[in-house]
Structures are given as structure tokens and as C-alpha cells.
């Protein structure tokens, strides 16, 4: 019978590498997703996973059981991926978040009737970065305009526009694409 979570915190907090080893197995799948979701490649969620780790791993003494461990090494995986997301940023990796960019108007009707879910990871990770950031913080993390604004730097208005942008570009994005389908069949 696999070890409850609490018991392999208990294990990882006393130090014991079979406990970290069995955490990283529970936990590695779910918070790989987080960090693909903020980071521009495999490789660089790859390393944002391990560094969420050893952050874990390094601040045990810091979860106080207030909620879900699972939510507060999520938290740590978000704020790794978008910390490394700032790190690129400040070496000239620009991601644009102004509202001017990439303005389409807004398409109606229902851009799909059935899509995979790898085909929607496609297209969200085709977004320009600061969209997609926003979008994952806003929809999927459940981070309100207040904390998104403070965690990348910028007003929430802008985080709301790139929100409302993010969604625009993605129902266009689909739009075209089940057209490009219709026309293929």
C-alpha cells in the first residue's frame, strides 16, 4: 500500500532520500503539467520541475498544514516556472504584455465542435508568452488580477486586457483552425 502523503512529508522533512524519492513519483506528473504550461519549452519546464523541488524539499519547515500540500508545492511550481519566465525576460527574451499587442477583433460564434486535449495544449502553448501566462494564472490557477499583476510586474488592467486578449486569440486561432478541418474534408 502506497504511503499516505502526510507520511512522506514526515519522511522528507527527517531527511530521508526514499521519502523524497517517493514525493517526486506522486507529486512529479501533476506539477510537470504546471510548469509545461509556463515555460516556452520542455527542457525548460524540465528544469523548473527540478528546481520546484529542491525548493520543496528546502522549505518543508515552511508548509504549516494550512491547506493541501498538493496546492502549496503547486504554488511553488507556478512561482519557480514564472521566476525562471523573469529570468529569460531580463536577458533580452522579450515577451510583450502591452495591450497593443496582438489586438484582433473579437470573432463570434463557436470556433469547434470537438478538439483534443492535445490539440488545446497546442494551441495555448502557440499563444505569445505573456497571454498564456496570464490566461494559466487567471483560469486554470485560479489567481485573482490583483496577484497576477504583482507576481509579473504590471496593472490589472493589463492583466485583465491580456486575459480578455488571451481568449480572443485563442477562439480566432480556433476558428481558423476548424475552418482549415471543414475544408480538408
Given at each position: ?5 502526510d ?6 522533512r527527517?531527511?530521508q532520500?526514499?521519502a523524497?524519492?517517493?514525493l ?8 510537470m ?5 509556463y ?5 525548460e ?21 494550512q491547506?493541501p500540500?498538493?496546492?502549496?508545492a503547486?504554488?511553488?511550481a507556478v512561482t519557480?516556472s514564472?521566476n ?7 536577458r ?10 496582438y489586438?484582433l477583433p473579437?470573432p463570434?460564434?463557436t ?13 495555448l ?8 501566462t496570464v490566461?494559466?494564472l ?5 489567481y ?25 486569440l485563442l477562439e480566432?486561432?480556433l476558428?481558423q483552425?476548424?475552418h482549415?478541418s471543414r475544408?480538408?474534408d
Open positions: 500500500m502506497a504511503e499516505s502523503l507520511a512522506l512529508v514526515a519522511g522528507c527527517r531527511g532520500p526514499a523524497q524519492r517517493a517526486y513519483e506522486r507529486l512529479g506528473h501533476q506539477l503539467g504546471v510548469c509545461l504550461r515555460c516556452p519549452s520542455r527542457e519546464a524540465e528544469d523548473a520541475l527540478q528546481l520546484a523541488f529542491v525548493k520543496i524539499f528546502t522549505r518543508l519547515d515552511q508548509f504549516r498544514g491547506g500540500f498538493e496546492a502549496w503547486r504554488r511553488i519557480t514564472l525562471l519566465w523573469q529570468q529569460h525576460r531580463q533580452g527574451l522579450h515577451f510583450d504584455l502591452t495591450d497593443e499587442a489586438d473579437a463570434g460564434g470556433p469547434f465542435d470537438q478538439l483534443s486535449a492535445d490539440e488545446l495544449v497546442q494551441q502553448h502557440a499563444l505569445p508568452p505573456g497571454y498564456r490566461l494559466n487567471y483560469a486554470i490557477e485560479g485573482s488580477h490583483a496577484e497576477i499583476a504583482e507576481l509579473l510586474g504590471i496593472s490589472e488592467g493589463t492583466s485583465k486586457s491580456q486575459l480578455s486578449r488571451a481568449r480572443r480566432a486561432r476558428h483552425q476548424a482549415i475544408c480538408h
